[in-house]
Nanobody
Framework: VQLVESGGGLVQPGGSLRLSCAAS????????MRWYRQAPGKERELVASITEAGGRTFYTDSVKGRFTISRDNAKNTVYLQMNSLKPEDTAVYVC???????????WGKGALVTVSS
């Protein structure tokens, strides 16, 4: 099982980034997918989630209207489009897959997003 994040980097405030998380080794389309983030000195925070077929999404309040989570089950990939980035969005963003049927949880290693001028 692998979850591999990509697309992180350094961006100026107000800029955009798109994170991708490529999954392999499990039946992607049967898993709830979530993006978490952890900033230095802070606890891990759930940023966004998307249901198995992509019909429902959740966003934490601080990113509503700026971030969009999506998935492509044909490509076994989940995305996080991040717009209007703020310095407080700086964190390591980690992809999570969770089976609501079996309670199995898989985690990626994370991608660093730094928002700074």
């Amino acid at each position: 099982v692998q979850l591999v994040e990509s697309g992180g980097g350094l961006v100026q405030p107000g800029g955009s980034l798109r994170l991708s998380c490529a999954a392999s080794g499990f039946t992607f389309r049967t898993y709830l997918m979530r993006w978490y983030r952890q900033a230095p000195g802070k606890e891990r925070e759930l940023v966004a989630s998307i249901t198995e077929a992509g019909g429902r999404t959740f966003y934490t309040d601080s990113v509503k209207g700026r971030f969009t989570i999506s998935r492509d089950n044909a490509k076994n990939t989940v995305y996080l489009q991040m717009n209007s980035l703020k310095p407080e969005d700086t964190a390591v963003y980690v992809c999570n897959a969770r089976s609501r049927e079996s309670n199995m949880d898989y985690w990626g290693k994370g991608a660093l997003v730094t928002v700074s001028s």
